[in-house]
């Protein structure tokens, strides 16, 4: 049971995986290309060319968010 939570908490996650990351003040970031649940804290994992940023994945993050 508690294999299934966890299997079904890391699915809802990838579902993040493509979308366009913008930043209210900077514009566009990049887009999400992991999900990293492997900290205590679960982080988008956000790739470009030069580098990768991580962001927190907590609500007070997310505006809003659309369909990919």
């Given at each position: 049971e508690y294999l299934?939570?966890?299997e079904e908490e890391e699915e809802e996650a990838d579902y993040f995986v493509g979308f366009e990351v913008i930043e209210e003040k900077n514009?566009?970031?990049g887009?999400?290309?992991?999900?990293d649940q492997s900290t205590e804290n679960v982080l988008f994992v956000i790739g470009s060319?030069?580098?990768?940023?991580l962001i927190p994945?907590?609500?007070?993050y997310?505006?809003?968010k659309s369909t990919r």
């Open positions: 299934e939570e966890i514009g566009k970031i887009t999400i290309t992991e999900v060319e030069n580098n990768e940023i994945a907590v609500e007070e997310i505006d809003r």
